[in-house]
Nanobody, 115 residues
Framework: QVHVVESGGGLVQPGGSLRLSCAAS????????LGWYRQAPENQRELVADIRIDGSIYYGDPVKSLFTISRDNAKKMVYLQMNNLKPEDTAVYYCHARVASTNYWGQGTPVTVSS
């Protein structure tokens, strides 16, 4: 069982920035594809960004060029840098780890963008 724990969410004003962090408890961290998803109230969960084991990155349409995903294999961490946040970015952000067909999710960290 892999435990995935997010941190870094909170309240931020429009135009502000947040950095989300995610720790995954596995000795095989390098073998996991990692990603961030988000779910706003009454919406479906959607992909924010995904970073593969080879370092390739894919961003979901809503956040292209505004958010940056990165991973630190030595620290077993994945990050999401979010800049120029907008009210529509308000959601619970989930970290996701996947190896083969096995998926692990964190409990989520809430992000609220409001003045």
């Amino acid at each position: 069982q892999v435990h995935v724990v997010e941190s870094g969410g909170g309240l931020v004003q429009p135009g502000g920035s947040l950095r989300l962090s995610c720790a995954a408890s596995t000795n095989f961290f390098r073998s996991y594809n990692l990603g961030w998803y988000r779910q706003a109230p009454e919406n479906q969960r959607e992909l924010v960004a995904d970073i593969r084991i080879d370092g390739s990155i894919y961003y979901g349409d809503p956040v292209k060029s505004l958010f940056t995903i990165s991973r630190d294999n030595a620290k077993k961490m994945v990050y999401l840098q979010m800049n120029n946040l907008k009210p529509e970015d308000t959601a619970v952000y989930y970290c996701h780890a996947r190896v083969a067909s096995t998926n692990y999710w964190g409990q989520g960290t809430p992000v609220t963008v409001s003045s």
